[in-house]
């Protein structure tokens, strides 16, 4: 399986070399690390000019207007050419061992479409950030995602999916609205593909909290948060509409809920509600919130999100 790195920059000339470094210093070498630069205003682009333009395995995307991180997403999947696509902030460093770990986790877990890792905080915090409290197969999360806004990944920098997903996912027209925090595209638009999802409960990448982090640690409006909701809305009814899936997917909700080796209880109260409010015959109801139960019972995980 080919594999690229995509590095998205914006005024980070303080980082961005470290970040590319710890993308060169893999023990298994990507194929291929794609530098998006957003048009900073600072010298980031000279700084990658002068010091990646002539190597073999780093490829510079320089725009020439500021998009935001979702427009460089897309830029930097056009710009590539791997199977799996992992990412990497600017202000981020992976573990030297990532790559060579992950890699072998897709080709010992064949149905893994979509993997997230924990994260090193450090800097101006230092902790481990987790998900769960081991690794998890997370089954599919399409109809938990689309009836109850199920996020299911973590920080952009631990993420990596196959490429086949973001095709499905990508172009997002609304580039806008996805300025910032972009990766909530990655992890919503992976499950609404219905992709695989596992979690690795490994911190294989270190996530530098510095104060000047593009959303971490900030405080946010009231307003922003209406603004991010209506942000939400409109992605979802491109996805849904793009997928052409049904009105009545929740139907299906005991199903997909199967597909989970071990839930949590959160996530048997997600299906379990989405079951309940899902329109059907009432048999049927019953013996599908009946099944969820059973399930749930024989087969669940005490370790939560």
Same mark, same amino acid.
Request: overall charge neutral; glycine content about 4%.
């Given at each position: 399986?080919?594999?690229?790195?995509?590095? &998205?920059?914006? &005024?980070?000339?303080?980082?961005?070399?470290?970040?590319?470094? $710890?993308?060169?210093?893999?023990?298994?070498?990507?194929?291929?690390?794609?530098?998006? /630069?957003?048009?900073?205003?600072?010298?980031?682009? @000279?700084?990658?000019?002068?010091?990646?333009?002539?190597?073999?395995?780093?490829?510079?995307?320089?725009?020439?207007?500021?998009?935001?991180?979702?427009?460089?997403?897309?830029?930097?999947?056009?710009?590539?050419?791997?199977?799996?696509?992992?990412?990497?902030?600017?202000? /981020?460093?992976?573990?030297?061992?990532?790559?060579?770990?992950?890699?072998?986790?897709?080709?010992?877990?064949?149905?893994?479409?979509?993997?997230?890792? *924990?994260?090193?905080?450090?800097? &101006? @915090? @230092?902790?481990?950030?987790?998900?769960?409290? +081991?690794? +998890?197969?997370?089954?599919? *999360?399409?109809?938990?995602?689309?009836?109850?806004?199920?996020?299911?990944?973590?920080?952009?920098?631990?993420? *990596?999916?196959?490429?086949?997903?973001?095709?499905?996912?990508?172009?997002?027209?609304?580039?806008?609205?996805?300025?910032?925090?972009?990766?909530?595209?990655?992890?919503?638009?992976? *499950?609404?593909?219905?992709?695989?999802?596992?979690?690795? &409960?490994?911190?294989?990448?270190?996530?530098?909290?510095?104060?000047?982090?593009?959303?971490?640690?900030?405080?946010? $409006?009231?307003?922003?948060?209406?603004?991010?909701?209506?942000?939400?809305?409109?992605?979802?009814?491109?996805?849904?509409?793009?997928?052409?899936?049904?009105?009545?997917?929740?139907?299906?909700?005991?199903?997909?809920?199967?597909?989970?080796?071990?839930?949590?209880?959160?996530?048997? @109260?997600?299906?379990?509600?989405?079951?309940?409010?899902?329109?059907?015959?009432?048999?049927?109801?019953?013996?599908?919130?009946?099944?969820?139960?059973?399930?749930?019972? +024989?087969?669940?995980?005490?370790?939560?999100?």
């Amino acid at each position: 399986m080919k594999t690229s790195i995509l590095i &998205n920059n914006y &005024n980070y000339q303080d980082y961005v070399v470290d970040a590319i470094e $710890s993308a060169l210093n893999q023990i298994v070498p990507a194929d291929e690390i794609v530098v998006v /630069d957003d048009f900073s205003s600072d010298l980031s682009a @000279e700084i990658l000019k002068n010091k990646f333009a002539q190597s073999h395995q780093v490829k510079l995307v320089l725009k020439n207007a500021n998009e935001g991180q979702l427009a460089a997403f897309q830029d930097g999947l056009s710009a590539s050419t791997g199977d799996i696509i992992f990412f990497l902030d600017a202000d /981020d460093l992976y573990q030297n061992d990532y790559i060579k770990i992950a890699l072998k986790f897709y080709q010992d877990h064949s149905d893994c479409d979509f993997l997230f890792t *924990s994260a090193e905080l450090f800097g &101006n @915090e @230092e902790r481990i950030a987790t998900c769960y409290d +081991r690794t +998890r197969d997370l089954g599919y *999360s399409k109809i938990s995602t689309i009836y109850r806004r199920t996020w299911i990944g973590h920080r952009t920098s631990t993420l *990596s999916m196959k490429r086949q997903v973001l095709n499905q996912i990508f172009p997002i027209p609304y580039l806008e609205d996805w300025r910032i925090r972009a990766d909530d595209c990655l992890a919503y638009g992976a *499950s609404i593909a219905n992709a695989h999802k596992y979690y690795l &409960n490994t911190p294989l990448v270190k996530y530098r909290v510095h104060g000047s982090n593009g959303f971490y640690g900030k405080a946010r $409006s009231t307003e922003y948060f209406q603004q991010y909701d209506r942000a939400i809305d409109r992605l979802f009814k491109f996805w849904i509409n793009k997928f052409n899936y049904p009105e009545n997917l929740d139907q299906f909700a005991a199903e997909e809920f199967r597909s989970i080796p071990r839930p949590t209880q959160q996530e048997f @109260e997600t299906f379990y509600s989405i079951t309940r409010c899902a329109h059907f015959s009432k048999p049927r109801k019953a013996l599908m919130l009946m099944l969820t139960y059973l399930y749930f019972l +024989r087969h669940r995980n005490s370790s939560e999100c």
